[in-house]
C-alpha cells in the first residue's frame, strides 16, 4: 500500500492509453497527469475526440480490446488501480468510484424496475441485504428529488423521462458511499431546464455527501459552474490545468484563451464550445510538436519541432506551451 499525502484522493500520473487496430496504433491518451482533491469537482473539458473519455474509462480501467493502458498510474484512496487484479478492480468500480454516463437507458436494466435497480447495486456490493438494500434505495431516491420514491422504485426505466432517469442513475451512483463519482457528460441529452436540475441536484449531492466528482463535459459553462479545478485537453493531451477561477479570469494555453474568446456572450445564451480556426486534428494524422501549433495564433518555430512538455508556471497552475 502507497501512502497517499494530504488531501490528493486520486492521482493521475503519466497516463498512456493507445488502441491497436491492425498497422495503426491511436494514441488516445497522452501523458495525462492530474489530481483530484477530496472534496473537489474536477471539469475534464474539451472537444470532442479530445481524450477525455478515455481518460476516464482508463482510471476505471473500462479500456477494451483494441484499446490499453499503456503506462501510467493511478494512484486511489492509496493504491495504484493499475496493479489491482480485475476482480480487485469490480469491488472499487461501483463502491469506491461511482459512475454516471450519458445515456442513462443504456445503463439501466429496462425489464427490472429501478427501485430493484438500485437495491441490487447495494446487495451486489456488500452495504446491505434485503429489506435493508430496498429501505437504502428508497431513501436515495427521495434524496435525488423523487418526491414519491415508493411509487418510483415500482417503475421501469422507460415509464421516466430522460431527467428522471438520470436521477436514477445519480441515485446508483452514490448508493455505495464511493469517494468518487466520475460523470461522463450526464447532462448532454437533456434540454436546457432538466439540466439545470440534473447540475444542482449533482453539485447538492457532491457537498452534502462530501465526495470528489470528475465532470466530463464540453460545455465550459458547466465547468464554471461545478468545478474547482479544470483540465483542457486537446487532442489527447492535457494542456493547461487550472483553478476555475484563473482559467475563467485568464487562461494560459492559447486554445484555452481561444475557446473562451469564441463563446459569445459567456454568461448568456451562447454557451456551447464553438470552433475556433481549423479543426482538431485526427489522433492518426497529428501534427510534429505542439499539436495545437497548425491552429495556434502564436506559433512559433520552436513549436513544429519537440513537443512541449507540462509546466508547472504557478501553484496549482499547469501548462503545455512554449510561451511559457
Ligand atoms: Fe501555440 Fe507554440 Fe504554445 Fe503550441 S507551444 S500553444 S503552438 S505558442
Redo the contacts with the bound molecule.
Keep these: 500500500m502507497i501512502n497517499t499525502k494530504d488531501n490528493k484522493l486520486l492521482e493521475v500520473t503519466g497516463l498512456n492509453t493507445a488502441f491497436f487496430t491492425g498497422e495503426e496504433v491511436i494514441r488516445a491518451v497522452n501523458d495525462v497527469t492530474f489530481t483530484v482533491e477530496r472534496g473537489e469537482v474536477f471539469g475534464l473539458v474539451g472537444e470532442s475526440g479530445s481524450g477525455k473519455t478515455v481518460t476516464a474509462h482508463s482510471i476505471m480501467r473500462l479500456v477494451h480490446p483494441p484499446g490499453r493502458i499503456v503506462s501510467g498510474r493511478i494512484l486511489f484512496e492509496g493504491r495504484d488501480l493499475l496493479d489491482l487484479s480485475e476482480k480487485q478492480m469490480e469491488g472499487v468500480r461501483g463502491s469506491r468510484i461511482g459512475m454516471v454516463f450519458q445515456e442513462p437507458m443504456t445503463a439501466l436494466n429496462p425489464v427490472l424496475r429501478i427501485g430493484e435497480q438500485i437495491a441490487e447495486t447495494i446487495e451486489i456490493h456488500g452495504v446491505r441485504q434485503g429489506n435493508g438494500a430496498r429501505e437504502r434505495a428508497l431513501e436515495l431516491l427521495g434524496q435525488v428529488g423523487f418526491e414519491d420514491p415508493e411509487k418510483r422504485y415500482i417503475q421501469y426505466p422507460h415509464q421516466l423521462s430522460g431527467g428522471q432517469r438520470q436521477r436514477v442513475l445519480m441515485a446508483m451512483a452514490v448508493s455505495c458511499d464511493p469517494s468518487l463519482i466520475v460523470a461522463d457528460e450526464p447532462t448532454t441529452a437533456l434540454d436546457v431546464a432538466t439540466e439545470s436540475q440534473i447540475l444542482g441536484l449533482t453539485r447538492g449531492l457532491v457537498d452534502s455527501l462530501g465526495m470528489s466528482m470528475i465532470f466530463i463535459t464540453h460545455d465550459l459553462t458547466i465547468v464554471r459552474s461545478m468545478g474547482r479545478s479544470v483540465g483542457l485537453m486537446y487532442a489527447g493531451r492535457m494542456v493547461e490545468r487550472n483553478r476555475v477561477e484563473d482559467f475563467f479570469r485568464e487562461p494560459l494555453?492559447?486554445?484555452g484563451r481561444g475557446l473562451l474568446g469564441s463563446i459569445y456572450g459567456f454568461s448568456g445564451s451562447a454557451k456551447r464550445l464553438k470552433a475556433i480556426p481549423g479543426s482538431v486534428p485526427k489522433l492518426s494524422e497529428l501534427p510534429a510538436g505542439?499539436k495545437?501549433?497548425p491552429r495556434?495564433p502564436?506559433?512559433?518555430d520552436v513549436?513544429k519541432g519537440d513537443e512541449?512538455a507540462m509546466k508547472e508556471v504557478a501553484k496549482d497552475q499547469w501548462v503545455r506551451?512554449?510561451?511559457y
Excluded: K
Design positions: 494555453h492559447p486554445y505542439c495545437f501549433h495556434c502564436f506559433v512559433m513549436c512541449p506551451c512554449y510561451l
